[in-house]
């Protein structure tokens, strides 16, 4: 068994990594840094193997990268994908917030995630069987100030998701959006302040986040699921976080 993990460097993509190897598949981890990767295969071994990917590259770019995969890590052998790659830049309001950030996040969360998902598709469906595990998030569902392109990129995954199962519908291909609320111990808050790992660490004074093993141990009872069982979404937050009532602001 095979699985595809993108996003495989750090946090929820290591996690992942390790958990579905001790249930016995082999993995490809995708991501940008060769050296994170080269020190998750040291610890992993040979059932693991390096791909140096940046799922924001253009679609053509990412096609030769998964055609150059080696035989017995092949994309036509792939049963499960993760698409794990994906970040929050900013929290800045929507007239402050800046451009560039926002297009990143378009690059990866959507067009990556799009890009990786179609590559891989035409494979599972040849044989009637395989796995698509998106990362969405709770900010694709609520609204929150500042959560602006951030949660419409995982809304886009939510319905996306849902709209793979109307077309995948007949050909035994499964997805689920797994959707997490607040996570600690990730580079997830660090990248979103730009580096501000002080920033990030206040928002989580106090509280008990999600870790990076929450969402591994979801993916794993996910893929351990039998074949007739399509688990459509999750949402998870910690029992630390909950909803604001909605804002009513007073008439200046
Ligand atoms: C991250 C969850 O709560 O920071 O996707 O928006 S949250």
Redesign the pocket.
Known sequence: MLALVTGASAGFGVAICKSLIQQGYRVIGAARRLDKLQQLQAELGADFFPLVLDVSADHHTLEACLKQLPADFGLDQIMVLVNNAGL?LGLDAADQANLDDWNTMIDTNTKGLINMTRLVLPYMVKRQTGLIINL?????T?P?PG?NV??AT?AFVAQFSLNLRADLAGTGVRVTNI?????GGTE??VV?FHGDAEKAEQ?YQNTQPLVAEDIANTVAWVVSQPPHININRIEI?PTS?SFNPLKVTPIA
């Open positions: 929050a969405g998030s709770i900010a694709g609520y929150y959560g951030y949660g995982k959707e997490p609320g607040l996570c997830f808050s979103r928002l937050m976080q």
